[in-house]
């Protein structure tokens, strides 16, 4: 079956598609799912209906008739989720991993229609602050004023989040008073379909705000303008390429990355093996590693240890894997599905290797696993992969398994630790776990610089944390350097920073005419 593409408010088959379409294949079972192709739709259409239509009616409401829009979405996609979780074991997911994606992006649309409500004004623009006096006078005022861009958003997205990142920009773009164009990853391209489908059936967004392309986008990025943006989540490969794309380059396309990470959990030399924090820290490694099958962006990947600890926490390790039960992701019991396809199982295997060249498994076999209810061959499976490798060697800061895999690295002291945790240039996120407030704070100061979020487990908090990989609406998701020096989420201030902020240098009368009138003067009335 051809998935159907959505565009002009029209759901579209691509043409001639015999000889260019993909197949994708169920995860769990390797049958055929669906073929994808855009072979013959027409982009450039596409781009001018999003900017001809679905702009100008998103424009036209205040942020408070925006985040209704938000509310309708959630509700329609709230009502339709069991067709997704289905579809998510396809892709390898349990119950539990596709809740993370779906019921995820539920609350991202609601999270944003609330603080829209609370934190923007009921107008289509915002004027941030107080005006500041430019002259003697009080006639002569500056403001910045925040308008939405007469463009679109073209999302390209990774295969981990088919769900949560299309709803998570969205939400944004929606708020920001801009159409969007989703291109979602091929190997999970017929879950945002899916959404897709649930969405526009719900009839709730303008004609144009929405739109979805299945297979390439390729050609269309020589369609950007200088009023769009492109909002990618993949690898740091495929950012770099995108970054340099000349089109983007000469017209200054605004573009966000979310790539890739080697992101790090350090464990301080004050947590004694066996104490409730050392346990809390294993449980959090085992579920980086798992949930997902470790297909998160945030997932930890280094996981380091003080030498004195390092035997204690490789056994403490390798105990809780023993547990995790890996199969049929539909099947009771199972803790783990498979990866999204062979070819990703392949990758995984490929990094892993690298990485061990320097140390050993410890837990789990590359090349085989155990599995309930369905076949490891036919199926993307992998057993939960532990390795111990040497802290200098440079593979286990550089490689990423985007799989079930962690690497054990010892550190000899804090200066050590703080070396190694950089090693990464630049990482989404990094687990601090330690009670010694001294020793912290030192990290954070070293830490803090390269990375977008840190999460500090302590005592106290450990049995309230939300887990290292969980990206929060109100907190900045996004990391420097290698991680791709973007930034998503972060509230409202994602929102406003897809907009336009203008200074303005004018008289108190069109700036209070501006902060008051809801939909702002018009042209036509001016
Ligand atoms: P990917 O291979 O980089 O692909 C990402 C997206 O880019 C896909 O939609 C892909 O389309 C598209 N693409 C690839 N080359 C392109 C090109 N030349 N022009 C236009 N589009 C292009 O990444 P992936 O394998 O899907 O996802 C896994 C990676 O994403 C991991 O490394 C993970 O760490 C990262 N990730 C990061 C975040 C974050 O927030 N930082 C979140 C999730 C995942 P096709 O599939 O059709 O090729």
Redesign the pocket.
């Known amino acids: 079956m051809l998935l159907e593409s959505y565009l002009q408010d029209t759901w579209v088959t691509p043409t001639a598609a015999d000889t260019t379409a993909v197949d994708v294949h169920d995860a769990v079972t390797g049958e055929t799912v669906c073929r994808?192709s855009s072979q013959g739709l027409d982009l450039a259409a596409a781009f001018d209906h999003a900017r001809a239509h679905g702009g100008p009616a998103l424009r036209g409401l205040t942020f408070h008739q925006r985040a209704d829009l938000l509310d309708a979405l959630a509700a329609a996609v709230r009502a339709r989720r069991e067709e997704l979780y289905a579809l998510s074991a396809r892709a390898g997911a349990t119950l539990n991993d596709a809740r993370y994606d779906i019921d995820g992006g539920i609350r991202v649309l609601r999270d944003y229609a609330a603080r829209a409500r609370t934190e923007l004004p009921d107008t289509p623009h915002l004027i941030e602050g107080p005006a500041e006096r430019l002259a003697r006078g009080e006639d002569f005022l500056g403001v910045h004023l925040v308008t939405p861009s007469p463009g679109l958003m073209l999302q390209?997205?990774?295969?981990?989040?088919p769900v949560w990142?299309p709803l998570e920009k969205l939400a944004q773009a929606v708020l920001a008073g801009m159409p969007s164009v989703v291109?979602?990853?091929?190997?999970t391209a017929y879950l945002t379909e899916r959404l897709i489908r649930i969405v526009t059936d719900a009839g709730v967004l303008p004609p144009g705000a929405l739109q979805l392309v299945v297979?390439?986008?390729?050609p269309a990025?020589d369609l950007l303008g200088e009023q769009d943006v492109l909002s990618?989540?993949?690898?740091?490969?495929?950012?770099a390429?995108?970054r340099t794309h000349p089109n983007v380059v000469a017209r200054s396309v605004r573009f966000n990355a979310?790539?890739?990470?080697v992101n790090a959990i350090v464990l301080a030399p004050d947590v004694t093996p066996g104490s409730p924090l050392f346990d809390a820290f294993v449980r959090e490694v085992v579920t980086e590693m798992t949930v997902k099958a470790g297909?998160?962006?945030?997932a930890i990947r280094r996981v380091l240890v003080p030498s004195e600890h390092e035997a204690a926490a490789l056994d403490a390790l390798a105990a809780e894997l023993a547990d995790v039960t890996i199969g049929n992701p539909a099947t009771e019991g199972v803790r783990m599905g498979a990866v999204v396809s062979l070819a990703?199982r392949d990758d995984v295997r490929r990094a892993v290797r690298t990485i061990a060249a320097s140390g050993r498994f410890v837990y789990g076999d590359p090349d085989k696993v155990r599995v309930v209810d369905a076949d490891p061959e036919r199926g993307a499976f992998l057993d939960t992969l532990l390795i111990s490798a040497d802290p200098e060697a440079a593979a286990p800061h550089e490689v990423?398994p985007?799989g079930p895999a962690a690497t054990v690295l010892a550190y000899t002291d804090t200066a050590h630790a703080t070396d190694l945790i950089a090693r990464g240039r630049g990482s989404?996120a990094a687990s601090l776990v330690g009670d010694d407030l001294a020793w912290t704070t030192a990290f954070i100061r070293e830490a803090a610089p390269w990375h977008g979020r840190l999460h500090l487990l302590d005592s106290t908090n450990m049995a309230q944390t939300t887990g290292h990989g969980s990206p929060l609406p109100a907190l900045r998701?996004?990391?420097p350097g290698r991680?791709?020096g973007g930034s998503?989420m972060a509230g409202t201030r994602g929102v406003v920073d897809l907009m336009q902020r203008t200074a303005l240098q004018a008289s108190p009368r069109i700036l209070d005419l501006l902060r008051t009138t809801p939909t702002g003067p018009s042209v036509d009335s001016a």
């Open positions: 994808v390209v997205n990774a295969f981990n989040f990142a291109k979602p990853a091929t190997p297979g390439s986008v390729r990025l990618f989540t993949g690898s740091a490969a495929t950012a390429t995108l979310e790539a890739d990470s297909q998160k962006c945030t990703q990423e985007f989404l998701h996004g990391g991680a791709g998503e």
